[in-house]
C-alpha cells in the first residue's frame, strides 16, 4: 500500500501551503489519517489526524488555529492547509493511514497508524 504526500515547497513566514495525501488504497476512507513531521535532527511528531468521516479532527497544540486537516471522499484525499507557517514549521512531513476502523476515535501516536508515504519537505524561510 502506497501513500503520495505532495504539496511541499518553499514559503515564507506567514505565508501558506497545502499539503495532500493520496492513495489508491480503497479502503482508505474507512480509517483515520494522520500528518506528522520529522525537523532535522529531530525526532517525528504527531502534527494533526482526522477520523475515517472527517467529523473528528486533532491537531498538536504548535499547529492548533494555523494548520487544518480535512478529506475528500470521492478523491480519496486528505489535506492539511498550512496558515501562518513558521520557521519551526521546517520538516518533511508524512501522511499515516491507520488500518483499524476505531469509529470516531483519531490516535496520535505514531505506532498506531500502518501506512506511511514518502514525505514532502516544507521550508519556510524567516
Known amino acids: 500500500v502506497q501513500l503520495q504526500a505532495s504539496g511541499g515547497g518553499l514559503a515564507q513566514a506567514g505565508g501558506s501551503l497545502r499539503l495532500s495525501c493520496t492513495t489508491s488504497?480503497?479502503?482508505?476512507?474507512?480509517?483515520?489519517v494522520g500528518w506528522f513531521r520529522q525537523a532535522p535532527g529531530k525526532a517525528r511528531e504527531f502534527v494533526a489526524a482526522i477520523s475515517f468521516s472527517g467529523s473528528t479532527t486533532i491537531y498538536a497544540d504548535s499547529v492548533n488555529g494555523r494548520f487544518t486537516i480535512s478529506r475528500d471522499h470521492d478523491k480519496n484525499t486528505v489535506f492539511l492547509q498550512m496558515n501562518n507557517l513558521q520557521f519551526e514549521d521546517t520538516a518533511v512531513y508524512y501522511c499515516a493511514a491507520d488500518h483499524q476502523f476505531r469509529g470516531e476515535e483519531v490516535p496520535r501516536p505514531m505506532g498506531e497508524y500502518d501506512y506511511w508515504g514518502q514525505g514532502t519537505l516544507v521550508t519556510v524561510s524567516s
Open positions: 488504497m480503497r479502503t482508505f476512507n474507512s480509517y483515520a
